[in-house]
Nanobody, 124 residues
Framework: QVQLVESGGGLVQAGGSLRLSCAAS????????MGWFRQAPGKEREIVAA????????FYARFVKGRFTISRDNAKNTVSLQMNSLNPEDTAVYYC?????????????????WGQGTQVTVSS
Protein backbone atom coordinates (compact mmCIF):
# COMPACT_ATOMS: atom_id res chain seq x y z
CA GLN A 1 0.00 0.00 0.00
CA VAL A 2 0.96 3.61 -0.57
CA GLN A 3 0.24 6.33 1.96
CA LEU A 4 0.06 9.95 0.87
CA VAL A 5 0.16 12.81 3.36
CA GLU A 6 -0.45 16.40 2.26
CA SER A 7 0.72 19.55 3.98
CA GLY A 8 0.83 23.25 3.27
CA GLY A 9 -2.81 24.20 3.00
CA GLY A 10 -4.25 27.20 4.78
CA LEU A 11 -5.85 30.59 4.46
CA VAL A 12 -4.44 33.16 2.06
CA GLN A 13 -5.64 36.43 0.58
CA ALA A 14 -6.45 36.76 -3.08
CA GLY A 15 -3.28 37.25 -5.09
CA GLY A 16 -1.22 35.32 -2.58
CA SER A 17 0.68 32.06 -2.84
CA LEU A 18 0.74 28.67 -1.18
CA ARG A 19 2.90 25.62 -1.62
CA LEU A 20 1.36 22.21 -1.11
CA SER A 21 3.55 19.20 -0.45
CA CYS A 22 2.80 15.51 -0.44
CA ALA A 23 4.94 12.78 1.04
CA ALA A 24 4.55 9.21 -0.12
CA SER A 25 5.42 6.26 2.07
CA UNK A 26 4.90 2.56 2.11
CA UNK A 27 5.00 0.81 -1.22
CA UNK A 28 6.31 3.83 -3.11
CA UNK A 29 6.89 1.79 -6.24
CA UNK A 30 3.22 2.53 -6.88
CA UNK A 31 3.75 6.25 -7.28
CA UNK A 32 5.08 6.51 -10.82
CA UNK A 33 2.37 9.02 -11.70
CA MET A 34 1.55 11.67 -9.11
CA GLY A 35 -0.66 14.68 -9.08
CA TRP A 36 -3.27 16.84 -7.41
CA PHE A 37 -7.05 16.98 -7.55
CA ARG A 38 -9.31 19.46 -5.84
CA GLN A 39 -12.91 19.65 -4.77
CA ALA A 40 -14.69 22.89 -4.05
CA PRO A 41 -17.91 22.99 -2.01
CA GLY A 42 -20.84 21.82 -4.11
CA LYS A 43 -18.65 21.02 -7.11
CA GLU A 44 -17.24 17.92 -8.73
CA ARG A 45 -13.73 16.82 -7.93
CA GLU A 46 -11.36 17.89 -10.71
CA ILE A 47 -7.77 17.37 -11.63
CA VAL A 48 -5.36 20.25 -11.07
CA ALA A 49 -2.02 18.92 -12.26
CA ALA A 50 -0.04 15.72 -12.70
CA UNK A 51 3.52 14.68 -13.40
CA UNK A 52 4.97 11.40 -14.62
CA UNK A 53 7.70 9.59 -12.72
CA UNK A 54 10.61 11.18 -14.61
CA UNK A 55 8.98 14.55 -15.07
CA UNK A 56 8.91 14.34 -18.85
CA UNK A 57 5.16 14.74 -19.04
CA UNK A 58 3.16 17.36 -17.19
CA PHE A 59 -0.55 18.08 -17.19
CA TYR A 60 -2.27 21.23 -15.98
CA ALA A 61 -5.96 21.96 -15.92
CA ARG A 62 -7.05 24.91 -18.02
CA PHE A 63 -8.02 26.95 -15.00
CA VAL A 64 -4.40 26.88 -13.79
CA LYS A 65 -3.46 29.33 -16.56
CA GLY A 66 0.24 29.37 -15.72
CA ARG A 67 -0.30 30.11 -12.03
CA PHE A 68 0.59 26.69 -10.59
CA THR A 69 3.70 24.55 -10.93
CA ILE A 70 3.90 20.87 -10.08
CA SER A 71 7.22 19.25 -9.24
CA ARG A 72 8.48 16.05 -7.71
CA ASP A 73 11.54 14.76 -5.91
CA ASN A 74 11.82 11.02 -6.40
CA ALA A 75 14.70 10.71 -3.95
CA LYS A 76 12.41 12.02 -1.22
CA ASN A 77 9.17 10.53 -2.62
CA THR A 78 7.49 13.90 -2.61
CA VAL A 79 5.40 15.95 -5.00
CA SER A 80 4.68 19.63 -4.60
CA LEU A 81 2.28 22.17 -6.03
CA GLN A 82 3.35 25.80 -6.03
CA MET A 83 0.26 27.97 -6.37
CA ASN A 84 0.58 31.66 -7.20
CA SER A 85 -1.93 34.39 -7.94
CA LEU A 86 -4.61 32.55 -6.01
CA ASN A 87 -8.20 33.70 -6.26
CA PRO A 88 -11.34 32.78 -4.28
CA GLU A 89 -12.32 30.28 -6.98
CA ASP A 90 -9.28 28.22 -5.96
CA THR A 91 -10.82 27.56 -2.56
CA ALA A 92 -11.13 23.79 -2.23
CA VAL A 93 -9.81 20.69 -0.58
CA TYR A 94 -6.71 19.62 -2.47
CA TYR A 95 -5.87 15.93 -2.72
CA CYS A 96 -2.54 14.35 -3.52
CA UNK A 97 -2.90 11.33 -5.79
CA UNK A 98 -0.71 8.59 -7.18
CA UNK A 99 -1.03 5.82 -9.72
CA UNK A 100 1.01 2.76 -10.52
CA UNK A 101 1.57 3.65 -14.15
CA UNK A 102 3.98 5.64 -16.27
CA UNK A 103 1.64 7.23 -18.79
CA UNK A 104 -0.31 10.42 -18.17
CA UNK A 105 -3.94 10.06 -17.17
CA UNK A 106 -6.37 12.59 -15.77
CA UNK A 107 -9.48 10.76 -14.60
CA UNK A 108 -10.13 10.20 -10.91
CA UNK A 109 -10.67 6.51 -11.47
CA UNK A 110 -7.16 6.16 -12.91
CA UNK A 111 -5.56 7.00 -9.56
CA UNK A 112 -5.42 4.25 -6.97
CA UNK A 113 -3.98 6.21 -4.08
CA TRP A 114 -5.38 9.34 -2.46
CA GLY A 115 -4.32 11.47 0.46
CA GLN A 116 -6.75 12.77 3.06
CA GLY A 117 -6.77 16.24 1.55
CA THR A 118 -5.69 19.66 2.71
CA GLN A 119 -7.92 22.73 2.81
CA VAL A 120 -7.00 25.80 0.80
CA THR A 121 -9.08 28.90 1.44
CA VAL A 122 -8.57 32.09 -0.53
CA SER A 123 -10.25 35.19 0.84
CA SER A 124 -11.25 38.11 -1.34
Amino acid sequence: QVQLVESGGGLVQAGGSLRLSCAASGRTIGTELMGWFRQAPGKEREIVAAVTWNGDSLFYARFVKGRFTISRDNAKNTVSLQMNSLNPEDTAVYYCVAADRRDMVIKQTDYEYWGQGTQVTVSS
